[in-house]
């Protein structure tokens, strides 16, 4: 759980990739993170070594589906 300041990982919501996601506190399944935008509930987020990654990511999501 250390923090590093040269490699900030990015964690983003699993359903709409979004960063705004907050931890969200279940009863006896443990740990989940709760989406602000999409209001998505899920155990697993996704990670990105760093913002610029998560940015041509969506870059290239959009391309794609487009
Ligand atoms: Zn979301």
């Given at each position: 759980m250390g923090?590093?300041?040269?490699?900030?990982?990015?964690?983003?919501?699993?359903?709409?990739?979004?960063?705004?996601?907050?931890?969200?506190?279940?009863?006896?399944?443990?740990?989940?993170?709760?989406?602000?935008?999409?209001?998505?509930?899920?155990?697993?987020?996704?990670?990105?070594?760093?913002?610029?990654?998560?940015?041509?990511?969506?870059?290239?999501?959009?391309?794609?589906?487009?």
């Amino acid at each position: 759980m250390g923090e590093h300041e040269t490699e900030k990982i990015i964690e983003v919501c699993s359903n709409c990739f979004s960063p705004r996601i907050s931890p969200y506190m279940g009863y006896e399944t443990g740990k989940r993170f709760i989406c602000q935008d999409c209001k998505h509930i899920s155990v697993v987020t996704i990670e990105f070594p760093s913002i610029e990654a998560l940015v041509s990511f969506l870059k290239d999501k959009r391309d794609s589906e487009n």
